[in-house]
């Protein structure tokens, strides 16, 4: 979990602030707590789960609370190959009858954090793989 996690829960179980320090202290020096280490197993675990875009990933992070640096370090040290992704996804979503018109898949990829570039240079690839 992240610190904010953490924080959040014991703030429900009405734990009182000076408790919640003292705890989040002990957590941080066993290192039981660590944001970095928790954004990089995060984004590993999103990854393996299922492709997703940067941008969905950024978001899942920011709403966990991460701070921007951690967030930056996390990535970085995570490499996100997109067009992987797209590709996968791409392969697996024009197979449904909803997503057979490019538009409604090109418009479901927008919405899932690709950028138009990107979706096109899947979708070019994945027709040239059909023609070979």
């Given at each position: 979990?992240?610190?904010?996690?953490?924080?959040?829960?014991?703030?429900?179980?009405?734990a009182s602030p000076s408790l919640i320090s003292t705890i989040?202290?002990?957590?941080?020096?066993?290192?039981?707590?660590?944001?970095?280490?928790?954004?990089?197993?995060?984004?590993?675990?999103?990854?393996?789960?299922?492709?997703a875009s940067r941008r969905k990933?950024?978001?899942k992070l920011k709403q966990k609370h991460i701070s921007d640096e951690?967030?930056?370090?996390a990535m970085a040290n995570n490499e996100i190959n997109e067009i992987d992704?797209?590709?996968?996804i791409v392969s697996n979503k024009i197979k449904q009858t909803k997503y057979k018109d490019s538009n409604k898949l090109m418009a479901y990829l927008s919405r899932q954090g690709f950028?138009?570039?990107?979706?096109?240079?899947?979708?070019?690839?994945?027709?040239?793989?059909?023609?070979d």
């Open positions: 979990k992240s610190e904010w996690e953490v924080k959040n829960y014991l703030v429900r179980k009405g989040l202290n002990k957590l941080t020096d066993l290192n039981l707590i660590n944001d970095l280490v928790f954004a990089e197993n995060y984004v590993n675990y999103l990854q393996s789960q299922s492709p990933i950024l978001a951690v967030i930056n370090l992704a797209l590709s996968r950028s138009y570039s990107l979706i096109k240079q899947a979708l070019e690839n994945y027709k040239q793989s059909l023609n």
